[in-house]
């Protein structure tokens, strides 16, 4: 387990390779239906996830303050 920009991302495995899950600071919990090799591909692929995630979130808010 781990935290990236307060959210936590956890990896684990499964048949057919590592999976990984993450929750935002408010608890909303997010799974990808992808599995990698190796858990620092996981791991990166959660962070690329909650990158985008904030980009959006960030982008509804500056729209909303806009419009």
């Known amino acids: 387990m781990m935290t990236y920009k307060q959210w936590t991302i956890v990896t684990k495995k499964e048949l057919n390779g590592i999976a990984v899950d993450y929750t935002d600071p408010e608890g909303n919990h997010y799974s990808e239906p992808f599995c990698f090799q190796n858990p ?5 692929y959660a962070q690329i996830c909650i990158d985008r995630r904030l980009i959006a979130s ?10």
Do not use: P
């Not at 620092?40 to 990166?44: F, K, M, Q, T, Y």
């Open 40 to 44: 620092s591909e996981a791991l990166r």
């Open 58 to 67: 960030n982008s509804k808010v500056f729209e909303k303050a806009y419009s």
